[in-house]
């Protein structure tokens, strides 16, 4: 097993990631300056366009479906249910600057994805996600026959008329988290469990809402990482590496003919109200979205360490690149308005809500 540390790994990270911060965060801090316009121009002169580039925008329409006749939202994200009493935060849509997104079509989707597996695998997050597509495709076939079966770590949903499943496999960091004779091991380079991934038509992968836990919250006695154990380390440092490997298992057993892989990026939270410029709030009766061209909080440095992972990859992989539309969403928590999450829930995000224009962006992405 290697011997126990309590040593981090060497400072060249920290060196590493500042690099990483100079040469990318400012290239992403920049689409909300005066630079992002010229680039829309570029983007709209050559025909492309950058879906996650925009703002929020009133539309009546709105919400995509009703809480109250999808059967598949867990008490966590009913916010209705559990008495929030405002309907503004139902009624917003992401409005690409320099384009428009498909609507949603559940028909659509149940037709065109006849017979396949879509697997979302991570934490809670992909669940907050797989349910809003659930939902999604629900409100379009209210009528249709469904087979929905969970057990501990693995959920499906199958609309049966379609041949269509969705499956939720539930995993916090990605890479193993084994019960050995030392205790809970969270192994940085390993990926067994990735055999459960393989056959899939498409995966929907996410993490890094468990990296940060600490105290009694962390699911892990120590990491291992090169036979060697570490009583903690940065966690930036692990989550690279624990992202890399999982790069490494996507190049090794993706085959791209007859599997589409996507990330959904980091979801923020919004516990600290200096990130948007009001020091003593919280997302605790926040009622409308940030509005401005650049969000005070500024780009996470596991964007920063998502971002550097992507670029290394030798497979497609389609980036949901969801963090700087859902930073603008201070109003889209459970907050106190959830059945099973006791406090203030600034993490998870309210059904109907913000997961829902995650999924149009997968949709849209999936089907262009």
Not at 210 to 226: A, V
Request: aromatic share 16%.
């Amino acid at each position: 097993m290697g011997f126990f540390s309590r040593e981090n790994p060497s400072l060249f990270f920290f060196f590493f990631f500042f690099l990483l911060c100079l040469s990318t965060v400012c290239a992403y801090t920049n689409t909300s300056s005066n630079n992002g316009v010229e680039a829309e121009k570029r983007e709209l002169a050559s025909g492309r366009c950058n879906w996650f580039r925009g703002n929020w925008v009133y539309d009546a329409k709105y919400p995509l479906y009703d809480p109250y006749k999808c059967p598949f939202i867990d008490p966590q994200f009913n916010c209705k249910k559990y008495g929030r009493p405002d309907n503004l935060y139902l009624k917003y849509r992401w409005q690409p600057s320099s384009c428009s997104l498909r609507r949603f079509n559940g028909l659509y989707f149940l037709r065109k994805m006849r017979g396949k597996k879509i697997m979302f695998v991570g934490d809670s997050l992909s669940t907050n996600m797989w349910e809003s597509l659930a939902c999604l495709i629900h409100a379009w076939v209210p009528n249709t026959r469904y087979t929905l079966l969970r057990q501990k770590g693995l959920a499906s949903l199958t609309f049966e008329e379609y041949g269509v499943t969705l499956l939720l496999y539930r995993t916090q960091f990605l890479v193993d988290l084994d019960s050995e004779r030392v205790g809970r091991v969270l192994k940085l380079d390993s990926i067994k469990q990735g055999k459960m991934w393989r056959g899939m038509d498409v995966l929907i992968f996410n993490s890094w809402h468990w990296w940060t836990h600490t105290e009694h919250i962390q699911p892990w006695d120590y990491m291992e990482d090169g036979h060697r154990l570490y009583k903690d380390m940065n966690r930036l440092v692990a989550f690279y590496k624990g992202m890399t490997t999982w790069a490494r298992w996507v190049n090794a057993y993706v085959d791209p003919s007859k599997t589409k892989v996507f990330f959904n990026g980091v979801s923020p939270t919004h516990y600290e109200g200096k990130d948007w410029g009001e020091p003593m709030k919280s997302c605790k009766s926040q009622t409308q979205p940030f509005y401005g061209r650049k969000y005070p909080g500024g780009t996470p440095m596991a964007w920063v360490i998502l971002n550097k992972v992507m670029s290394r990859l030798r497979k497609p992989v389609h980036w949901l690149d969801i963090t700087g539309l859902s930073q603008l969403r201070k109003d889209a928590h459970p907050s106190a308005f959830s059945g099973n999450h006791p406090g203030n829930d600034c993490s998870h995000w309210c059904l109907p809500g913000l997961p829902d224009t995650w999924n149009v962006l997968f949709y849209s992405t999936l089907f262009s």
